[in-house]
């Protein structure tokens, strides 16, 4: 599962665009477009000042405090954990919606700190029959690589849009999560082992000792 994590420190990055967009591109975009868009600037504002970014817990709450409003956990973890969340105890559903808010925050701020040589760049939304579901289309450009397509899942709820759901090059934050988790629930042989290393791995992240 580390490897996992490692590689969505990236997804982290992707999420919402570490940089903002070229100029020109902020006119004329769509209400989900915005939502990532107005988190990107928040971020890439406060973490581009290094007195700041050399807290790593102040930086995680930051993140947390940006992306929380807009990213929707309680649709999310049951997605995550799939057939297990059915056969869980309310005990266990809100430690795993924490603990794996907690380990995405962590990661994701992390690499927002690591990389800072982005740029986002939006394509038409594909949307549903009544528009309260969409896929919001993007790539994320670096100097010298290819663009990575971005699409982003969101819903319109009371709280506006949310995202529930990042596929990188097709390969799905919920998906991978999902299989990742259900093989490690099978290797402890329970899902509250599973959050007990999920919560030992982020107290050890935060305090400075893990990763």
Do not use: C
Request: proline share 4%; glycine share 10%.
């Amino acid at each position: 599962m580390q490897k996992l994590i490692k590689n969505y420190a990236i997804f982290g990055l992707l999420f919402f665009g570490l940089m903002p967009m070229a100029q020109g591109m902020a006119g004329g975009l769509q209400e989900p477009q915005q939502v990532i868009q107005g988190i990107s600037d928040q971020l890439h504002q406060k973490l581009q000042n290094k007195a700041f970014t050399s807290n790593f817990a102040q930086v995680t709450r930051f993140v947390d405090g940006v992306i929380q409003p807009h990213t929707d956990f309680d649709v999310i973890a049951p997605l995550v954990l799939g057939k297990h969340w059915k056969t869980a105890s309310p005990g266990d559903r809100e430690r795993f919606k924490n603990e794996f808010r907690t380990m995405l925050v962590r990661s994701y701020s992390r690499a927002f700190v690591e990389y800072n040589n982005w740029t986002l760049r939006f394509q038409p939304i594909d949307a549903g029959g009544d528009g309260k579901k969409v896929v919001v289309r993007s790539e994320v450009l670096q100097p010298g690589l290819n663009p990575v397509q971005v699409n982003y899942r969101m819903y319109l709820g009371k709280g506006g849009w949310k995202v529930y759901d990042i596929i990188i090059a097709g390969v799905s934050l919920v998906t991978n999560y999902r299989s990742s988790f259900s093989e490690d629930i099978q290797k402890k042989g329970s899902l509250g082992a599973l959050i007990d290393s999920l919560a030992k791995r982020n107290a050890e992240a935060l305090s400075g000792k893990g990763s």
